[in-house]
């Protein structure tokens, strides 16, 4: 059964954003190697996890 991950104090979408970054890696880059790995991501919802404002189900971003 797929989970619904809520991002209240856990920064999820924050520690994605992080470590991005750290790795130096473009949000279009981290898309595409997401959908390589055949999960169904935009760069639009990528975005609104990393600010927080979507919701996400947990095997989606099981990697």
């Known amino acids: 059964m797929e989970q619904k991950i ?3 104090s856990i920064c999820i979408g924050q520690n994605i954003r992080r470590i991005r970054k750290e790795k130096k890696i473009k949000q279009t880059e981290l898309v595409l190697l997401m959908q390589l790995e055949n999960v169904n991501i935009t760069r639009e919802a990528l975005v609104k996890i990393e600010r927080g404002i979507q919701q996400y189900r947990l095997p989606s ?3």
Do not use: A, V
Request: charged share 50%; net charge negative; no cysteine.
């Open 61 to 63: 971003l099981e990697l």
């Open 6 to 8: 809520k991002q209240d």
